[in-house]
T-cell receptor, first 115, second 115 residues
Framework: DTGVSQDPRHKITKRGQNVTFRCDPISEHNRLYWYRQTLGQGPEFLTYFQNEAQLEKSRLLSDRFSAERPKGSFSTLEIQRTEQGDSAMYLC?????????????FGDGTRLSIL | AQSVAQPEDQVNVAEGNPLTVKCTYSVSGNPYLFWYVQYPNRGLQFLLKYITGDNLVKGSYGFEAEFNKSQTSFHLKKPSALVSDSALYFCAVRDPPDSGYALNFGKGTSLLVTP
């Protein structure tokens, strides 16, 4: 399977714990994005990488959230001191940068549940 | 800010009938518009996009969309619905290149195709 891969698919944790998610994009894609989707809503943009550089961050990305893409390949999203409101599906997407308007290709997401 | 609206939470259609899922947009400049489909507990799958050119765009699985600049609409259509088309559909608009690459999604429309 050469699509976007996310791990884990599901994460259940207690409030206050730290969690980390991983995303492996399609191999030739330079751009990587993180979104958050809550029940009944469309995905909301969190952050975007071009290779290893984090170029854009949404105001939704509070200081408890941090994302990295250290070698320009896989990315991690960490949430520290989780809160009930962090319960959501976290989606990763990737796209190439070779032409204008390339669609973003999404993984199946990590569903986070905070107890 | 770039935004889209999906006025219908749910669309019901009988198998074999044509379907339309509505989307209107609000952008400054030329819009980059996309349609995605989401099945339960899965990520988003790209269906089609409008960047420039012909107003009628053809995409995956027999779907098409019509870009209407005067009505600021980008409705998704299919001539003959299948039960397997039942899913959640999202319209999205991308930020222009000089202000990032985030996709701004609508709330989604649930499509139910009955046999």
């Amino acid at each position: 399977d050469t699509g976007v891969s996310q791990d884990p698919r599901h994460k259940i944790t207690k409030r206050g714990q730290n969690v980390t998610f991983r995303c492996d994009p399609i191999s030739e894609h330079n751009r990587l994005y993180w979104y958050r989707q809550t029940l009944g809503q469309g995905p909301e943009f969190l952050t975007y990488f071009q290779n290893e550089a984090q170029l854009e961050k949404s105001r939704l990305l509070s200081d408890r959230f941090s994302a990295e893409r250290p070698k320009g390949s896989f990315s991690t999203l960490e949430i520290q001191r989780t809160e009930q409101g962090d319960s959501a599906m976290y989606l990763c997407a990737s796209s190439p940068d070779r032409e204008v308007g390339q669609p973003q290709h999404f993984g199946d997401g990590t569903r986070l549940s905070i107890l | 800010a770039q935004s889209v609206a999906q006025p219908e939470d749910q669309v019901n259609v009988a198998e074999g009938n044509p379907l339309t899922v509505k989307c209107t947009y609000s952008v400054s400049g030329n819009p980059y518009l996309f349609w995605y489909v989401q099945y339960p507990n899965r990520g988003l799958q790209f269906l089609l996009k409008y960047i420039t050119g012909d107003n009628l765009v053809k995409g995956s699985y027999g779907f098409e969309a019509e870009f209407n600049k005067s009505q600021t609409s980008f409705h998704l259509k299919k001539p003959s619905a299948l039960v397997s088309d039942s899913a959640l559909y999202f319209c999205a608009v991308r930020d222009p290149p000089d202000s990032g690459y985030a996709l701004n999604f609508g709330k989604g429309t649930s499509l139910l195709v009955t046999p």
